[in-house]
């Protein structure tokens, strides 16, 4: 194998490429807000305000209060972090946490055991590399997710983090959309394969190119998971993009006034679609759009082109397609071969792949790193790519730009640190919400069954024979694990008193999005590993050449399934 000494080279600028640098003014608004919260703090400390006056500014702020602690959610926009801020990360978890942090299914970042006393301090920790809480939670629109492989993937025709952080400045604070009917979600790709999961999120949208290069947008709307799941529906096929913003602000102006505030169960703008129909909404934000479209709203070419240029691509080198290095350490290295079959996408540049770095290690809780994991990623970000990390939906971190030859030397360092896990996309591969080990809304727990599913299938050469499949768990209705779109997707029920499991199979989350269908009734925890190695037993014994999980599933039905859990009487 190859020495990581001789092999990479320190790539990253003073200023890392593909990042939004803030500017003063950023940097103003970020001090003045750490300001004003610590004085609130300092209130409720004080007894000058109960917890019920608290709440609301506290969860402006991203401060949440869950079974044991206080929980901090820290915004990601779309997913895409510096070396310095994910040592900021790495600081504040070491400081004011246990150690480590929880990456989410929403490109964010978690701390579940934070105290209120060290609040002022964290943000000011946390404005120091450029981030904060603002918009992780509320009803407001959300933390703008996006393909984490932006500016790297072959399929791309359009780089989404130049909307999605126009989008980011474009609401933040909003004052019309800081106090929505309920929370908002908007997800933003740039290709036709969707790794971003935009059917199932309020507003999707997919950025592609005309005949004659102009950008323009496909706009999806009313997707959402949770206790009435729904795909989103096409609203609009071409929406230029001079008028993306006049478009949004339209959508959210017809939800902002008809959407229900009376019921939080049917708040969200999909209910709204469900009961008036898409072409009714249609007619309402074309009426919207037609009314206010104008210069005001207008998206000028200058402020593109100004963002454009916070995401500049990186010192690319000219290298061939194929690297002689890859190809002699894969022949050398079954367990290096196996890692780049999982964890490399092809990259749009030669010579160069992306690599997702696993947050799964088998037996491991799905999504968290330790402060020291995170600070040996930053490192490795800065030895191999261009001091750029990227968070995925699916808790998982990628590393965009590394050159091919220092793929070997890669695996090597992230082994010295349990990161080199190859089941990428694989069974072990799990999404899984804290559930109730955490979290006060939950009404069973993921985390245990995660973590024993894993070892189940801890056989990396069984998880590679096996194929695609992709597992997704939640402990309650909300969904935060997006188990309605997993190849098998799992749920945590109360059924009086005790934790139950309801199953359910055939899921899809990309551009061939679908929900999966129940396969039969809740399971107590003690059976759900063995139910999961049953559905994967018969898809073994019933896929055809090439087929993955949901294929078969597709082809054969459910029932084939239900009768190998239940049995025959099912």
């Not at 959300?142 to 983090?161: H, K, L, M, S, W």
């Not at 082109?305 to 080198?317: E, M, N, S």
Request: charged share 25%; proline share 5%.
């Amino acid at each position: 194998m190859t020495d990581p000494s001789s092999t990479a080279v320190p790539t990253a600028p003073a200023l890392a490429a593909g990042i939004y640098h803030y500017d003063e003014t950023d940097r103003r608004f970020l001090a003045e807000r750490v300001e004003q919260f610590s004085r609130q703090v300092a209130r409720r400390l004080a007894g000058e305000l109960t917890e019920d006056e608290f709440k609301p500014i506290r969860l402006m702020n991203g401060l949440y209060l869950q079974l044991h602690a206080y929980m901090l959610r820290v915004a990601i926009p779309y997913g895409v972090l510096s070396s310095n801020q994910l040592r900021g990360l790495a600081a504040i978890g070491r400081r004011y946490d246990r150690g480590y942090g929880h990456f989410t299914t929403r490109q964010n970042l978690q701390f579940n055991w934070i105290k209120l006393v060290d609040m002022p301090q964290i943000l000011a920790d946390l404005a120091a590399v450029d981030m904060h809480g603002i918009q992780t939670s509320g009803n407001c629109i959300r933390n703008v997710t996006t393909d984490q492989f932006v500016g790297a993937a072959a399929d791309e025709v359009v780089d989404p983090r130049v909307y999605a952080e126009i989008l980011r400045q474009w609401s933040t604070l909003h004052p019309e959309f800081s106090f929505l009917p309920r929370k908002f979600k908007i997800a933003i790709i740039g290709g036709e394969h969707d790794r971003a999961a935009i059917a199932i999120h309020d507003i999707g949208i997919r950025a592609k190119r005309g005949l004659d290069g102009a950008v323009g947008f496909e706009i999806f709307v009313g997707g959402g998971l949770g206790r009435s799941p729904f795909l989103g529906r096409r609203l609009a096929d071409w929406v230029a993009e001079s008028d993306l913003l006049a478009y949004l602000e339209a959508i959210l102006r017809v939800y902002n006034q008809y959407g229900r505030r009376d019921n939080i169960y049917k708040a969200r703008i999909k209910i709204l679609v469900h009961e008036i129909g898409i072409d009714r909404l249609r007619e309402q934000v074309v009426a919207e759009f037609e009314r206010i479209r104008g210069p005001k709203y207008r998206l000028d070419p200058a402020i593109v082109d100004a963002i454009h240029k916070h995401f500049a691509q990186p010192p690319f080198a000219e290298l061939p397609a194929d690297s002689v290095v890859l190809e002699q350490a894969k022949s050398e290295n079954p367990a290096f071969a196996r890692w780049t079959r999982s964890n490399l996408t092809p990259h749009q540049r030669p010579g160069y792949a992306a690599v997702t770095v696993s947050l799964k290690p088998t037996g491991g809780i799905p999504g968290d790193a330790t402060s020291d994991q995170m600070d040996a990623v930053a490192a490795l970000a800065d030895r191999y790519s261009f001091g750029e990390i990227r968070v995925s939906h699916e808790q998982n971190l990628v590393l965009a730009h590394v050159r091919q030859d220092d793929l070997p030397a890669l695996w090597q360092d992230l082994g010295r640190h349990g990161l080199e896990t190859a089941n990428a996309g694989l069974v072990g591969d799990i999404i899984a919400c804290p559930g109730l080990d955490y979290c006060a809304l939950a009404n069973a727990r993921s985390i245990p069954l995660a973590q024993e599913i894993s070892r189940r299938f801890a056989d990396l050469d069984l998880q590679h024979r096996i194929g695609e499949l992709k597992i997704k768990m939640s402990g309650c209705i909300n969904a935060c694990g997006h188990h309605h779109v997993g190849h098998i997707g799992i749920l945590g029920v109360d059924k009086h008193g005790v934790e139950t499991y309801q199953i359910t199979i055939g899921g899809n989350a990309t551009e061939a999005a679908t929900l999966g269908q129940v396969v039969g009734p809740a399971v107590g925890a003690e059976r759900v590993p063995g139910v999961v190695e049953s559905l994967i037993a018969l898809y073994l014994e019933r896929r055809t050449e090439g087929e993955r999980f949901i294929d078969t599933v597709a082809r054969i039905g459910v029932a084939p399934f239900k009768e190998k859990v239940y049995g025959a009487t099912a």
